[in-house]
């Protein structure tokens, strides 16, 4: 198992880039890996089709390419994916759609190790994690669930409105802005009311900042870093691979149809 990437640029106050993944094939995580340009990468399994034999495999090609990992997850089995997301190998777990503060507790607890001086429940199940049936001293397995990188989307109004409280909670480490569900959850139409989830936007980033906490944002281009690095940011997640994927079949893939059709 490598050191934990992620935990290693917070501890030594780096940035830190991403890109996303719906792909659970190591080829996809190997191709990125060559590029020697990504610090981890994101496997959005909120979204994607997976099962529980992809989780290693996927830990598996980042460590061999120098990368960390992180697994976004479903609020409501969060725990019992977030648990066999860490004995697989991941470095980080993004939850999501929490709104408040003991809900934030919760989920924190359940990846901290259960151990005196901890909150957490986490015990010692065999699993890649540990080595398998070739235990790691548990002194070992202690550390490595303390470096697991917690990360909470902010998308809701009341997760919002509760941010001083969430950013106060030991074992927040990061947080995440998420403007679709946040207007979503105020009855907005998100083209309508930019001005106004940007401004919940900085709040956030201005408040995780003042507690220690990293604000790590999604941008589609570079050009996007520019705004957020002004406001203190280093933690970038760039790109996804459906988002790009689909930017070229609307694309040139149009203009390849129409051409096609004018030969009919």
């Given amino acids: ?7 290693y640029h917070i501890d030594h106050d780096l940035p830190l880039l991403s890109t996303r993944l719906w792909s659970t094939q190591p080829f996809f995580w190997e191709a990125i890996g060559a590029t020697g340009t990504f610090d981890y990468v994101e496997f ?9 034999t992809d989780l290693p495999n996927m830990a598996r090609a980042a460590e061999l390419n ?19 997301a860490v004995q697989a190998g991941f470095q980080s777990i993004m939850f999501v759609d929490h709104v ?7 989920s924190v607890s359940l990846i901290k190790p259960k151990t005196p001086g901890s909150i957490g429940e986490f015990g010692y199940p ?14 070992d397995h202690i550390k490595r669930l303390n470096d697991i990188v917690l990360c909470f989307m902010i998308e809701k ?16 480490d990061m947080i995440q802005f998420g403007p679709n569900d946040y207007c979503m959850s105020k009855g907005w139409n998100r083209a309508d009311h930019v001005a106004d989830f940007k401004e919940a936007e900085r709040k956030c980033i201005e408040v995780a900042l003042a507690h220690g906490v990293r604000p790590r944002c999604e941008i589609v281009t570079p050009a996007d870093a520019e705004y957020y690095v002004k406001l203190g940011v280093k933690d970038f997640s760039l790109g996804d691979q459906l988002a790009k994927m689909k930017a070229f079949w609307n694309g040139e893939g149009k203009e390849m149809r129409a051409i096609v059709d004018d030969l009919k």
């Fill in 1 to 7: 198992m490598k050191e934990n990437k992620l935990r």
């Fill in 44 to 52: 959005v399994a909120e979204y994607a089709p997976y099962d529980f």
């Fill in 66 to 84: 120098d990368m960390g990992t992180m697994i976004k997850l479903d609020f409501q089995n969060r725990g019992y994916v977030a648990q066999k």
């Fill in 100 to 106: 408040n503060p003991d809900q934030v507790r919760e």
């Fill in 126 to 139: 065999n699993g890649r994690y540990i080595g398998g049936q070739s235990h790691i001293p548990v002194a």
């Fill in 157 to 172: 109004e009341e997760a919002v409105n509760n941010i001083e409280e969430i950013c106060s909670i030991p074992g927040v």
